[in-house]
């Protein structure tokens, strides 16, 4: 095929923070990832589907309603507390499709190795991945393995895409937050983030910090017999809950109010926040996610979600408002407030 | 969640040509990759879908047939006569739906990118994508990008899975081929392995020899209208005409029978192939594909692809037979018979 691009006198449309190239923080979930999208991928592929940018693209099919995301897991350490990168890449799909209210159904899996890797590490990797895969109730039903020779890859790195179907009468998305809507967290925040962080940093709790690696296709589920017109569903991974509320109030062009003293932080991941001088807020997450529901619905889903497993500690954390559209800003515990932002890169390197 | 396996006294079950660890035949195409697959992912990830081991996975939503495929590309360098890393990607996922006789519809993309990659490579990577994607009449609806550190990654690799809708009356599958059956090849084989080993080595001749990177759906729906009971339909990649038709024997258990002289090769690839001592029955393709059409079929369905751009070479190149089951036997050009064998590695590392 003959290339019908003229490269001739090309240049880069990007205001890439006036970076000529690829730096971390591209990869980060904060400000530089979404200009990569809006400034380079969004014109290139131009279709309604990506446009709405949430975790997965929605589409019909013969009448049928499909959700389709893709994630690629290249976390450092391969085998953390509480689960590994295997886990993390059958679960991160699995979310990003419940993320739009769809049953996920099958998933796709690509393994790019480096030569030199342990087979005995890939078999615990793809053992591990099949027992999330059963846990959540889906199918691996196609894969690709790519081997890159020693020295260009490190190890093991995951690509999971997966379809699911969206049932009748469910309508999620970034764009749908009112004014008077409700934010509910699932669960304690922060919690995989610094379990990466203290394994590399070599920190030591009485009470190990453990990733919250999870599917939350069966909470979303119950959530959704509960109430079924929630209006936006995200899990809060890369750039933690304020990257994703940040997100949220600029797709919707509300103000999100958060009230500080009511988001579940465990003791340990606290401290050790406070050792490295991070916000619980900024951390990422792998099984927790933040839902916005009207008023009306709010107490319905909050029970459902402490009914299930993966939400007992869920917790109403703030409100969406009509005053500063597209800016988070939170009630702190001294009775102050502070705009949260979004970050430009990420605190934390490659922990997904 | 807590880790539900136990790795306690774990042993890897793997007879994987007795190598511990992961060597750059296992992304071959071969046989280590098909032992890999046979051994470690299907009795691990066990499902109906994936046990047919075609290029795509089949299954229903909603009672519409669709098709499902991933792969990722590692390709070196990135930039090829003929073609790049990114048309390559959108291709070779159109092309892995299309042999399902998927009509392909909805792409993902991850981009696993190396720190330090100019961003000018990639909005010209990206680009490329976008017009490759235009070209198939295929939309690239969602996507995620990763970073890694500087020296444990390669510039860029790139993951692209997708799904398509199978139409009705279409029942493609790698066990389908039948002892009388007709073999046709689409077109030259060799092309996009040879263009690549050649800007690897240095080779330089009269012609350049060009990547033939194309996307085969047009052509598939040309040839499913000329004739809809194809039973068999392959892109020779990773391992070429070789590998591919030798999984076809085996899955069917049937004998194929090449008549070499029939196949069509370019000169420059011939000479290529007589200079590096390599094999074009063993080489890579990106835009050709192998079809096992019943006898009654077979001329329309060579004169359908004749008929189109993708197809103007196709050629009879063999038949399928009773005799020496999951072999794959070649008339040579001096009259005698060879068995030609599955590759245990790879002769090109990283062609795709």
Redesign the interface.
Known sequence: ?????N?EG?????P?RD??????????GGKL?AE??EH??VP????E??ENLGD??V?K????R?A???????VRPLFFP???IG?LAV?GTVNDLSMSGARP??L?????????????T???I??????A?K?AGV???????????K????GI?I?T?G?G?IPDGVNIGPHRAAPGDVVIVSGTIGDHGMAIMSVREGLEFDSPIE????ALNGLVADMLAAYPDIHVLRDPTRGGVSSTLNEIARSSNVGIMLDETKIPVNQAVRSACELLGLDPLFVANE?KLLAIVPPSGAEAVLAAMKAHPHGQRAAIIGQVVAQHPGMLVARTGIGGTRVISMQIGEQL??IC
């Open positions: 095929m003959t290339n019908i691009l490269f090309w240049t880069c449309p990007l890439l970076q000529p190239n690829i730096i971390l923080g591209h990869g980060g990832s990569l999208v380079m991928f290139a592929f131009r279709n589907a990506l997965a693209a589409f099919v013969n009448g049928a499909l389709m995301s893709t994630d690629s897991f290249v509480g689960g590994n886990e679960n159904l099958y796709s899996v690509g393994f790019i190795l480096e030569e030199g890797l342990p087979l005995e890939l078999g615990r793809v053992d591990s991945m099949a027992a895969a846990a199918q691996l039903v196609t894969g690709d393995t790519k081997v890159v020779d020295g260009h890859g490190d790195f690509n895409s379809i179907l990733s919250d690696t999870a099984g390197p490659r």
